[in-house]
């Protein structure tokens, strides 16, 4: 899996909507079991409540600070978001009023606490986002919610003590690097050139009396984009070890959780194994790029200095596209670091503001319940961070003696936040239920009577720490109604025994499933898998386009073998999670490579795969043909390729040396296929997946197998842009060499909108383009399963359609219990 790309900027999806329980496919770590079993007893008015199964938490329970994902989870059932998603993940603008929304052919109407609306002046460069809260929003202390409670929780985020998970502070809100460095903005413009040189001559610059700027001055820069761009790297770290050290540091690093949280060497290894940038082998970590190696015994451990210069060195020192790509603390390397230095030079001078910052300049309160916040230029999933954060109760929160916002006072002293931080044990919002307590790895709620949806028909509600080994057998026994379960034939055959008609859905369990954020792909290089010169000639264009038609007409039956009812093979290269990706109904829908070099579809309804397969090899020869590739009648068999292509390409697929991959038998029998036209398609499986990604940075690879991990907004720009091509200077993830203008251009016009359904109708034409350059068959999505207790959970009162960003919780207020009836 290509776990490196981005994996930090997955959102935080908007209260229970956005997940089933927890992060899909990470829910599996461990706890320490069901032990307390009086868990599903009757509540003292003799109501059951309804149990669900979660892993350890840390007692982190803040809507500003929670940091692992069962920690927010459990927070995110007592507070609201501004911003309402539907099952795509899109936006629903209308919430406070309501609005029906289509998906798979029902109409769903959506509701919520704001109405939000983006308007972008494209003279003035700039976006203006504005939320207008719904009248009469009570939190559950009977409390009304106002603009000045969004208010306050802006200023929590982007406080300069702020020390969350959040990202916000990344956005570019007008006023806002001002207010964070108490620099007004004529300052930042007398020094912002100064920085800006430095940063262009390089590390290894030479000092000399020729520079604008002194030796003192270019040693404190350095100084401070180091510490600055190492307290990222240190964020990597710690996100890998809050959300992911449980269930792959065996895996990465070959040590159990438990010795890893021990060891900061440790963790620094799987933050840096994790991120793509080493791998773990049989003499220990070795790093990417520059190719140090630990052993990982004893104090031969990897530190924060080693992996900030293996990012350095990544990006050759490029911090902006560093943390375009793999930032983890939300705090903009380039930016932050300006800000420190430009201070540095204030202070050293004598130099400052007298008066100061005193407000975000780009955030407004414009009447009781409507903020506006106004950043510079665009970007299209803005509006996810800047709408999208719960709104917290300012009176509970925050001081009311220290709020006036017109006077520039915002519930907490400028950098203190002490009195937030104070309160990450009982969170309170506006959410469906209240916490009451969390005792005996139990977590208790109870319904909030004033939930603007209606208080819950369910009372009582529990996260109850449990093993995912405990899951499916707690179901069974009645010690548990819901919990989650990585999908595979294994878990699948599990529930399966437990029903009477031998299905993982029946009399004893239901089991949901959603799809998991990411697939996975099989990949080609247009500049090594091509015809002459022109890697998008017709000829380059069908030699591709045969290849993938072989290998997309043994996806079904591979993928069905490798994961049964676990996965779903996909059609077009973006996560069928995603609001922007193409559904079965929609018109012009097609099965990936399912069309001839004539245009025609080349399977019927009615046809057995067998036949399918037949099919498949007749119309890659014809592709081929058509790809200036010579054909023997005689021997059946293709004998000579055409100038630049070849009769033989290599497909690397990081599958341990053991063919242990979803699309090892996709590989093994499209070789096979294409071996009787006389094309050989050579299997490379190394041991060290290393191997691989090493091939990718170089850009020498053929075929490959991957995989993409996913987030709420589908921007293709890292991934099929040209800039991005590997050695151009950008990101390094366009694998796939595409360097079509037009192609770039829609990805351009689709970020720079807030159009969502002209953005969809964009991502389709971009997604066609990709398809039709034949350079990725697009594999499988795995799924994620939420199994329920079909004996006590009232199954028709689930929300229809579950998703994965429209989880099981997502109407929790209408979920009721059968012994509650």
Same mark, same amino acid.
């Given at each position: ?114 109405? +939000? ?11 203006? #986002? ?6 009469? +929003? ?31 502070? =990344? ?54 984009? @180091?510490?600055?761009? %190492?307290?990222?790297?240190?964020? !990597? ?18 040590? @159990? ?49 080693? #992996? ?149 028909? %369910?009372? #009582? ?42 299905? $993982? ?16 792909? !099989? ?7 091509? +015809? ?129 991959? $979803? ?15 006389? !094309? ?5 499986? $190394? ?34 842009? =040209? ?53 990725? +068959? ?16 009232? !199954? ?26």
């Amino acid at each position: 899996m290509m776990m490196r790309r981005n994996l930090a900027a997955l959102l935080a999806l908007l209260l229970c909507a956005a997940m089933p329980f927890a992060s899909p496919g990470l829910a599996e770590t461990v706890a320490d079991g069901l032990k307390d079993a009086t868990a599903m007893a009757p509540t003292e008015d003799g109501s059951m409540p309804y149990v669900i199964a979660t892993s350890t938490l840390s007692e982190k329970f803040s809507p500003f600070f929670s940091d692992t994902v069962f920690d927010t989870d459990v927070v995110a059932l007592t507070q609201v978001s501004a911003l309402t998603t539907d099952r795509t993940g899109g936006i629903v603008f209308n919430a406070a009023d309501g609005e029906v929304i289509p998906y798979n052919g029902v109409d769903y109407e959506y509701t919520g606490i704001a109405n +939000v609306t983006v308007e972008r002046d494209e003279t003035a460069d700039t976006t203006t #986002y504005t939320a207008k809260l719904k009248p009469g +929003v009570l939190f559950s202390d009977g409390v009304e919610m106002t603009a000045d409670d969004l208010i306050f929780s802006y200023y929590v985020y982007l406080d300069p003590a702020y020390v969350g998970s959040s990202t916000l502070n =990344s956005q570019k809100i007008i006023g806002l690097q001002s207010y964070l460095t108490q620099i007004p903005e004529a300052q930042f413009a007398q020094f912002s050139p100064m920085f800006d040189a430095i940063y262009a001559a390089g590390r290894d610059h030479e000092w000399s009396d020729a520079d604008e700027w002194t030796q003192e001055q270019q040693d404190a820069f350095w100084t401070v984009l @180091t510490d600055t761009w %190492t307290t990222d790297v240190q964020a !990597i770290v710690d996100y890998v070890q809050a959300n992911y050290a449980q269930d792959y540091a065996v895996d990465y690093v070959g040590f @159990t959780p438990e010795e890893v949280a021990e060891s900061e060497g440790l963790q620094v290894a799987l933050g840096m194994a994790m991120w793509g940038f080493a791998s773990k082998g049989d003499d220990g970590l070795t790093s990417s790029v520059l190719g140090k190696t630990w052993t990982l015994e004893g104090d031969d451990l990897p530190t924060i200095a080693d #992996y900030f210069e293996e990012t350095y060195a990544a990006y050759g020192g490029d911090a902006a596209a560093y943390w375009d790509t793999e930032q983890a603390d939300g705090s903009d390397v380039l930016e932050t670091a300006r800000g420190l230095f430009i201070n540095e030079l204030l202070a050293s001078g004598g130099e400052g503001s007298e008066s100061g910052v005193p407000n975000i300049a780009g955030i407004h309160k414009l009447d009781q319940y409507t903020v506006e916040v106004v950043t510079n230029a665009f970007s299209a999933n803005a509006i996810y961070q800047l709408m999208g954060i719960e709104v917290s109760p300012m009176h509970y929160y925050g001081d009311p003696e220290l709020y006036d916002y017109d006077n520039n006072q915002f519930g907490h002293p400028y950098g203190d936040l002490s009195i937030v931080q104070a309160k990450t044990s009982h969170p309170v919002g506006a959410g469906p239920y209240k916490f009451v307590k969390y005792e005996n790895k139990i977590v208790y709620y109870e319904a909030n009577e004033h939930y603007y949806q209606g208080a819950p028909l %369910t009372k #009582y509600l529990q996260y109850k720490e449990t093993t995912t080994a405990e899951v499916a057998p707690g179901i069974q026994t009645g010690t548990i109604d819901a919990g989650e379960m990585s999908g595979s034939k294994a878990n699948m055959a599990l529930l399966a025994g437990y029903n009477s008609n031998g299905e $993982p859905t029946g009399d004893v369990v239901t089991n949901i499933t959603v799809e998991n954020l990411g697939y996975g792909y !099989i990949g080609m290089n247009a500049d090594t898998v091509k +015809v002459g010169e022109n890697p998008f000639s017709e000829e380059s264009k069908n030699l591709r386009k045969a290849l993938a038609t072989v290998l997309a007409v043994y996806r079904d039956v591979s993928y069905d073998t490798y994961y049964g009812e676990a996965a779903n093979v996909i059609n077009y290269p973006i996560s069928n999670t995603s609001w922007a990706a193409p559904q079965s109904t929609d018109e012009g829908y097609k099965v990936a490579f399912s069309v001839g070099v004539d245009g025609a579809d080349l399977y019927t309804s009615d046809m057995t795969q067998e036949a399918k397969y037949a099919v498949a090899i007749e119309a890659a020869k014809q592709f081929l043909i058509s790809a200036g590739f010579e054909w023997d009648e005689e021997t059946s068999l293709f004998t000579a390729a055409p100038e630049g292509a070849k009769l033989e390409y290599e497909v690397l697929i990081p599958a341990d040396g053991a063919g242990d991959h $979803p699309s090892f038998a996709v590989l093994t029998d499209a070789s096979a296929a294409l071996a009787s036209l006389g !094309i050989t398609l050579k299997i490379n499986d $190394p041991s060290d997946s290393n191997i691989l990604w090493d091939t990718l940075d170089a850009g020498t690879q053929e075929l490959w197998c991957a995989a993409w991990a996913s987030t709420i907004d589908p921007d293709m720009y890292q991934i099929y842009h =040209s800039s991005n091509i590997v050695g151009l200077g950008g990101s390094d993830s366009n694998h796939y060499h595409l360097a079509l203008p037009e192609l770039d251009e829609l990805i351009i016009d689709a970020r720079t909108s807030a159009d969502q359904a002209y953005r969809k109708a964009i991502y389709k034409q971009a997604l066609d383009i990709i398809v039709d350059a034949a350079v990725e +068959v697009p594999a499988y999505q795995r799924l994620n399963m939420v199994p329920h207790s079909t004996m006590r959970v009232d !199954i028709d009162t689930l929300p229809g359609d579950i998703t994965t960003y429209y989880g099981p919780l997502a109407e929790c207020n209408t979920i009721m219990l059968n012994a509650n009836k």
